[in-house]
Nanobody, 117 residues
Framework: HVQLVESGGGLVQTGGSLRLSCASS????????MGWYRQVPLKPRELVAR???????NYADSVKGRFTISRDVAKNTVYLQMNSLKPEDTAVYYC???????????WGQGTQVTVSS
């Protein structure tokens, strides 16, 4: 059983910063990726950033240079530092774990990020 719990969302003004955290517990092993996705109503969930077991990272073009994903292996926690936030970053942000050779996917409950203009 895998649990992912996000925190750190909230309301911020344009240009502000937030840091999201995703604490994982349970049968976390054979990690392929840990990542952050976001979703707005009526649109599909989209990848924001992900970090592989070798610490390589991928970012959506829309957040490159503004967002940074990192992880603390000892704490089983993944972070998303979001700087220079824009109104279009407003969404529910979900933590994701891609585990094992079968690429089982697990999701957190989501945390709301709202950027006011």
């Amino acid at each position: 059983h895998v649990q992912l719990v996000e925190s750190g969302g909230g309301l911020v003004q344009t240009g502000g910063s937030l840091r999201l955290s995703c604490a994982s517990s349970g049968s976390i092993f054979s990690i392929n990726y840990m990542g952050w996705y976001r979703q707005v109503p009526l649109k599909p969930r989209e990848l924001v950033a992900r970090i592989a077991s070798d610490d390589s990272t991928n970012y959506a073009d829309s957040v490159k240079g503004r967002f940074t994903i990192s992880r603390d292996v000892a704490k089983n926690t993944v972070y998303l530092q979001m700087n220079s936030l824009k109104p279009e970053d407003t969404a529910v942000y979900y933590c994701n774990a891609d585990l094992g050779y079968t690429h089982n996917n697990y999701w957190g409950q989501g945390t709301q990020v709202t950027v006011s203009s």
